[in-house]
């Protein structure tokens, strides 16, 4: 579905990310682990096109997208969560959602799309009429999830998620991560928790120092030595 | 006491007007994150605009304002399409650069309406221009009641548009956060463009109001960017309803200034409030109603 190959990647005269090659086949949950710093974040930002690759390309559905302006990729299927949540504070719930659903295909279906979003996180219902500003942390996340649900991606990705939640918030995000997965949507996940999001991935890279060092099957990749060494502290 | 309330009156009236030039400012100042130094600049234009109509064709000047305002929507839209946005894109220029262009903007847009107006005072003197209506003792102008009126009705338009049309919601969200208005599938620049037209045909509209209450001279601008730049930092920056509340504060300051004190200290009253209001509440009223 997503096809990165040998993407050099550079902030100015910065280089962050050398020769970053993987795939995202249809219907995965796929991870892309790795330190603070490594290099996750720019990936996603490439690929959502607000940052250029120096070589390599980028294909989303045999389509090359590299070269394609940011705000034409919600059009081709791929919604970004972005780290930190991005939601727009002094609109209310309800407006933060509809933005998600700007394309004319997802426009058509806004008014069932946001009946599912609220299925899918009830809280969110109840706080329609709220600034987004105003909501808890987690109700945050849900609504960023939710915002990019609006857009009825092919490709959802999402990037660090369970930052600055409670323990037993991460766990129901990465539920209905898990849950969103299982509704056909793909989903490109870009975590620090690697633990968590190994027992529950159907793949995963991971990435040092802006270059991809190891990729596998999450039970793989939990059995790693290198692995367990570095980011499992066992 | 009529006189005084005949004075609150006058300055909420001409306060109203007031705001919808500095709402013009404030929609802009929020997308671009620059204040927009040409504004008044933009405010002379369309007076000048309407001004024309008036004198060639004996168009009224709130007939004329429906021309005025198309024509520098689009003069806001080229100027912010083919010269600020183009600045934007230099990655190594400061903002503060954006501004300077906006001076440079302001310079050349009075200068040519020298060229072709001349330096004279010139004015429109419509059949309502001096007539008023009397309310108990107070007598109130009848052209800046209309005014009044029309800039609340544009004000509650554009109130609608910003929260019932998806460009309008576009338009907040890019002010908000521009990237991720860009990963909703925002087209950030053209939203910016949009911006400034609706900016700068706000400003006609209120310059096209104030005609028959104004004389009108190339650096009249100066006036207005002066009027919006106060009011937006009375407001708090880039908020539509502190907008409304700043030009209120200052139409009514500037009355009781002209009333009171002496007509050619008007002026400084809303200065010594802005001044004020920088020292005591540097976030504006917007902040007020923030916890």
């Not at chain 1, 330190?35 to 974040?41: F, L, R």
């Not at chain 1, 120092?209 to 990749?221: A, F, H, I, K, T």
Request: glycine share 10%; aromatic share 8%; hydrophobic share 50%.
């Amino acid at each position: 579905m997503l096809k990165v190959e040998n993407i050099d990647v550079a902030y100015g005269d910065l280089q962050v990310l050398w020769d970053v090659s993987f795939t995202v086949q249809e219907g995965e949950l796929l991870a892309l682990l790795g330190a603070n710093g490594a290099g996750k974040t720019t990936i996603l930002n490439t690929i959502s096109g607000l940052l250029r690759p120096r070589r390599g390309s980028i294909r989303f559905l045999g389509e090359e997208i590299s070269r394609v302006p940011g705000h034409k990729l919600a059009e081709l299927g791929i919604a970004h969560v972005p780290e930190g949540r991005r939601l727009f504070p002094e609109m209310t719930v309800k407006e933060n959602l509809e933005m998600g659903s700007l394309s004319p295909e997802a426009k058509k279906k806004r008014k069932e799309t946001m009946e599912w979003v609220y299925t899918l996180f009830p809280i969110l219902k109840e706080r329609q009429n709220q600034e987004a500003g105003t909501l808890s942390g987690g109700q945050q996340q849900m609504l960023a999830i939710g915002r990019g649900l609006m857009a009825l991606p092919k490709l959802l990705m999402l990037d660090e998620p369970s930052l600055g939640l409670s323990p037993l918030l991460v766990s129901q995000v990465f539920e209905i991560i898990q849950d969103i997965n299982r509704q056909e949507i793909t989903v490109l996940l870009v975590e620090q928790n690697v633990m968590h999001v190994l027992k529950m991935c159907s793949r995963a890279y991971v990435l040092e120092n802006g270059r991809l060092v190891l990729q596998g099957s999450g039970p793989e990749l939990l059995n790693n030595q290198h692995v367990k060494e570095a980011y499992l502290g066992i | 006491m009529s006189l005084f309330g005949q004075t609150v009156i006058c300055g909420i009236l001409l306060g109203g007007m007031y705001a919808l030039i500095a709402i013009g400012m404030t929609l802009i100042m929020g997308v671009m994150k620059i204040i927009n130094l040409a504004h008044g600049a933009l405010v002379m234009v369309g007076m000048y605009i309407t001004y024309v109509c008036y004198k060639s064709w004996g168009l009224d000047p709130y007939i004329g304002m429906l021309i005025a305002m198309p024509a520098l929507f689009l003069i806001g839209c080229l100027i912010q399409r083919y010269m600020i946005n183009r600045l934007v894109e230099v990655d190594s220029i400061l903002p503060e650069n954006q501004v300077l262009l906006t001076v440079g903007i302001m310079l050349v847009l009075t200068e040519l309406a020298r060229l072709i107006f001349k330096s004279d005072y010139r004015s429109v003197t419509t059949g309502y221009s001096s007539s008023t209506f009397f309310v108990g003792d107070m007598s109130i102008s009848i052209p800046m009641t209309v005014g009044f009126f029309i800039a609340m009705a544009f004000t509650y338009l554009l109130h609608l548009f910003l929260t019932r049309t998806d460009l309008g919601r576009s338009i907040r969200a890019t002010a908000q956060d521009r990237n991720a208005a860009i990963y909703m599938g925002v087209n950030a620049p053209r939203v910016t463009v949009i911006t400034f037209g609706i900016g700068s045909a706000l400003a006609a509209a209120g310059g096209s109001l104030l005609l028959p209450l104004f004389y009108l001279w190339p650096d009249i601008g100066h006036l207005f960017t002066a009027k919006a730049f106060i009011i937006t930092i009375l407001g708090g920056m880039g908020s539509t309803m502190g907008a409304i509340f700043g030009g209120l504060t200052l139409g009514i300051a500037e009355s009781l200034g002209a009333t009171y004190i002496s007509m050619g200290y008007k002026d400084v009253v809303g200065l010594v409030i802005f001044l004020l209001v920088l020292l005591f509440l540097p976030g504006g009223f917007k902040s007020l109603t923030k916890r």
